[in-house]
């Protein structure tokens, strides 16, 4: 059986037996301790409470409508009501928070409670092993994730008495892998910051600033950014208005963000009349039915770039995690 050095600089040079060996093993304890832990429950319990407050709100405005609107099912994830905001919008400042207390101290913990290196004596690869991990976290963020939409297709269901039609189903569902790439994004950054940082509370405090900073400080450093890469027009700043080259600079810096490809994908899949995600010239809209909805094909062919740019950053951030956790030495 393949046995682990526990020096990360004298990994075996032919080693025997596949490297994913127990990764089932590793995914199936953690997402038990996960779903039993008091910390999950707390989280899950955050998530649960306000976002029955918020869709109680969205409830009350799809209700008081005429009934023609074809996509009501779709408002309960889009209304708002002050001083609550968005389904959507609340499980997006939310979902980080779920996914960093599920990742902070996967690896570091390991080592506080000096586990690791009897863990990697085992016949058990580092590559299970952290392999195994993320997929314990993503599963529980996507068991947590169904839930939720569950409860608002059953709640919508029972007050509304109208059922969903079959494009309003795709387009939440489509909502719902949307949710499950962002959080992926948030627990590979946890998690790299957990193999890169020894002590939990440090991992947690890395993770937790650079949430704000995205979430918080980045929408308002990119115009600013933008502005000093491409500056604008004399004449239409004059005017109090951009540049082209100038929006452009501010839309793909903002596009750095997790949180701005996620808001941006959102409000394509679940508001249907969306029919751009950046400037829109007049010509362009010329024979354009304004205020119709854009056929299901054409709104995810409008969040294809930002639905790969979520799953780029999973496979980047886990494979940065990935290398760094090869690369180090644990000691017994």
Known sequence: MPRESSHGSSHASSRSGSPWQGMGVVAVKELSDHLSSARMRVLEWLVVLTAAASLYGALRQAGAGDGSDPFVFLRLFTNAQ???????????????????????????????????????SQPLYRDALLCGKFLAGLAT??????????????????????????????????????????????????MLCSILFRSAATSALVTLGLWLFFALLWPMLAPALAQAIAPPDPVMAA?????????????????????QLFNEAVIAVLSPSTRALGPVFLSQLEGALVGSPLPFGQSLALIWPQATG???????????????????EVRA
Do not use: H, K, M
């Open 239 to 259: 005017f109090g208005q951009p540049s082209l080259e100038t929006l452009q600079w501010e839309q793909w810096l903002g596009r750095l963000s997790p949180a």
């Open 141 to 190: 963020l996507a068991i947590c994730l169904l839930a939720l939409w569950l409860l608002v297709v059953g709640l919508g269901l029972l007050l509304l008495g109208v059922p969903p039609g079959g494009e309003e189903v795709a387009r939440s569902l489509v909502f719902l892998l949307l949710a499950l790439a962002y959080a992926g994004v948030w627990l590979a950054i946890a």
């Open 310 to 328: 979520l799953l780029a950053g999973v496979i980047l951030l886990f494979a940065l995690g990935y290398v760094a956790f090869q690369r180090q």
């Open 82 to 120: 002050a001083p609550l905001p968005s389904f959507a919008a609340l499980l997006g400042f939310l979902i980080p928070l779920v996914a960093i207390g599920l990742g902070f101290d996967a690896i570091n913990g390991e080592y506080g409670r000096r586990t690791l290196s009897r863990i990697l």
